[in-house]
């Protein structure tokens, strides 16, 4: 009896089998990853889209517009870094579209959103850019953005990718607002590869007209930075350029009572100084030799210059050794036309990638700037920046001034001093970043990476290097019989397409041999760059057959002076740009002096 009962309640009858397996639910088949993750040939070809606007549109296609525009002052072709440069943007597109693929829902949205914005703002903001710049912005030429500019572009990033986001995320028609934003990626990617193409024709004709773009260096000669702080115990003829050194900055670095003004003994200093041009390039180059630009060619213009003017020449011919620190691209091209008559030359035979990888990073650093917004601008990336990782083969240091060069140069001059030569005189002709912005030195000479400081404190910190300078030719007892001038090579620009609508003075300060001991003297006399070669002729008794005309000190204050400058108008790659010739009769400060006598295109200042 008992055994039945355990049977019954604790064994299960065939009925109650029938009832479980009736009950039971059957397991409901998983669905595979694809079908999980909606993919399908719309969502893979609308993700590839997205996923290569932002490395096409700003990597591959804006890298190489930049190297293109720039290909003359790289010491590297186009193949160190093209193929690196394009796999890295496909690995980009790669992570973005993989990112893509394995989400969706809102997440998916959010990706669609943050990669569709970026190539769509970036191009924008590469329209703007370009609009008021071309080149490379660590050379000098940038326009520095006030803090207002910067406030006002981040807050239109801000409302086109809040309204790019609304559209395609949080939209009712986000579907739509997607479709949309799809034609947009496709309309940049078309105009970015539109610009491209012309300029990858202009570059690949010339690669193929000249043999030596295979090894840019190849056969060039560099000036190099040898002896840049060495003077003569016997004689010296020392100028010392300041880019962009306006009257106003001085009047500026006057008025601060600055005990650097004290140290000018001997100097005097001219109120009334205007420049041949605007820019360095051709303002160095005609410094030096005093013909002037026709525009026709750059190049053409360099070799011209430097072969046919008797300036340097005489200089050599007067027992002085040349020393030239100027940049290239703008003062000069092909060093070798300074052989003959200049110290610091040396040839080079090839170049060498040190860091592939280094240099990727450089041209996106160069890249970006154009695409990037205000606030995320790298302003101090120069062709000198890529010296760090290219290399030349042989003796040559290529010598270009950067953004910090100056807080570098003055570093070096506390540790080592002036150095002493006694076989010859010695003619140094230094071109130091100076007055031009960014400002980024401060008053003590010292770089402030990533500072926009002020115009005062870098004029300051630029005359505590000069002064101690100065000071050590007094302590070597070189001073008095030195010839000194201080000057800028241009003032500043108002604007680059617009005439001017203020009269455009240059500082000028000028210790002719002889002078010593007396306080800072100013005068009034209406002269220019005309009177530069006269002035350090006539200081160190230099023999030449050549007449040189009148002396800065030869002009007495008040007497009538009829100046020319000539100001080039800038558009960049639209090549309409135009030579304006300004004929000033009488005080440069008053602009009522200043009358335009004469215009022409010149289609592109630096072809």
Not at 496 to 525: F, I, M, Q
Not at 570 to 597: C, H, L, P, Q, V
Request: aromatic share 14%; with cysteine; proline share 3%.
């Amino acid at each position: 009896m008992h055994s039945s009962i355990y049977y019954y309640e604790g064994m299960l009858t065939m009925s109650d089998i029938n009832i479980v397996s009736e009950t039971t639910p059957e397991k409901t088949p998983k669905k595979a990853l694809k079908e999980r993750l909606g993919i399908n040939k719309k969502k893979v070809l609308l993700s590839l889209l997205v996923s290569f606007a932002a490395p096409f549109a700003l990597l591959i296609c804006s890298g190489f517009n930049v190297f293109f525009a720039n290909a003359s002052e790289f010491n590297f072709v186009f193949g160190d870094f093209a193929l690196l440069w394009t796999l890295g943007s496909l690995l980009v597109g790669l992570i973005f579209f993989t990112s893509l693929i394995f989400t969706k829902g809102t997440a998916y949205n959010c990706l669609f959103w943050l990669y569709s914005f970026i190539p769509i703002l970036g191009f924008v903001q590469n329209m703007v850019t370009t609009l008021t710049f071309q080149g490379m912005p660590g050379d000098g030429n940038a326009p520095v953005p006030t803090p207002t500019k910067i406030i006002i572009n981040f807050a239109v990033w801000v409302i086109l990718a809040t309204v790019i986001f609304w559209f395609s995320v949080y939209s009712k028609k986000a579907a739509q607002g997607r479709s949309i934003i799809s034609f947009l990626l496709v309309l940049v990617m078309v105009m970015q590869l539109a610009t491209t193409i012309p300029s990858a024709i202009t570059y690949f004709s010339q690669y193929e007209e000249d043999s030596t773009e295979h090894n840019p260096a190849a056969g060039l000669t560099y000036l190099t930075t040898n002896n840049i702080l060495e003077v003569s115990t016997k004689k010296n003829i020392i100028v010392i350029v300041l880019d962009r050194f306006d009257d106003y900055y001085f009047r500026e670095f006057s008025r601060s009572k600055s005990p650097y003004i004290d140290q000018l003994d001997g100097f005097t200093y001219y109120a009334d100084n205007i420049s041949k041009y605007p820019r360095t390039f051709p303002a160095i180059t005609s410094m030096l030799t005093g013909m002037e630009n026709d525009f026709t060619s750059r190049k053409g213009y360099f070799e011209n210059a430097y072969t046919n003017s008797t300036f340097l020449k005489d200089i050599k011919a007067n027992g002085y050794k040349i020393n030239l620190y100027i940049p290239t691209y703008y003062s000069y091209d092909n060093a070798g036309v300074f052989t003959d008559f200049v110290s610091n030359t040396s040839a080079a035979e090839g170049y060498t990638i040190d860091n592939h990888l280094r240099l990727l990073g450089k041209m996106f650093e160069l890249s970006s700037y154009f695409w990037a917004p205000e606030m995320l601008k790298s302003g101090t990336i120069s062709s000198d920046s890529f010296n760090g990782v290219v290399s030349l083969d042989g003796d040559a240091a290529k010598y270009e001034l950067t953004q910090s060069s100056d807080a570098e140069l003055y570093d070096e001059f506390t540790e080592t001093g002036l150095s002493t030569q006694s076989q010859e005189g010695t003619f140094t002709f230094m071109h130091l970043r100076g007055c031009h912005s960014p400002f980024t030195l401060d008053e003590d000479c010292n770089i402030k990476i990533g500072d926009n400081y002020n115009s005062l404190a870098q004029t300051t910190g630029v005359f505590k290097f000069l002064t101690e300078y100065l000071q050590e030719l007094k302590d070597k007892d070189l001073y008095e019989d030195a010839t000194i001038i201080i000057t800028g090579d241009h003032g500043m620009l108002s604007s680059d397409r617009e005439d001017y609508k203020d009269a455009n003075l240059t500082a000028l300060l000028v210790k002719e041999s002889g002078k010593a001991g007396t306080p800072l003297a100013t005068s009034h006399a209406q002269v220019s760059q005309d009177n530069l070669h006269a002035t350090i002729v006539k200081s160190a008794n230099i023999e030449t057959n050549t007449d040189y005309g009148r002396a800065y000190s030869e002009i007495a204050p008040g007497e009538p002076i009829v100046r020319t400058h000539y100001f080039q108008t800038y558009t960049g790659n639209e090549r309409k740009d135009e030579n304006i010739t300004y004929t000033i009769t009488g005080a440069g400060s008053d602009f009522n002096n200043w009358k335009i006598t004469n215009r022409e295109m010149i289609e592109s200042i630096y072809r």
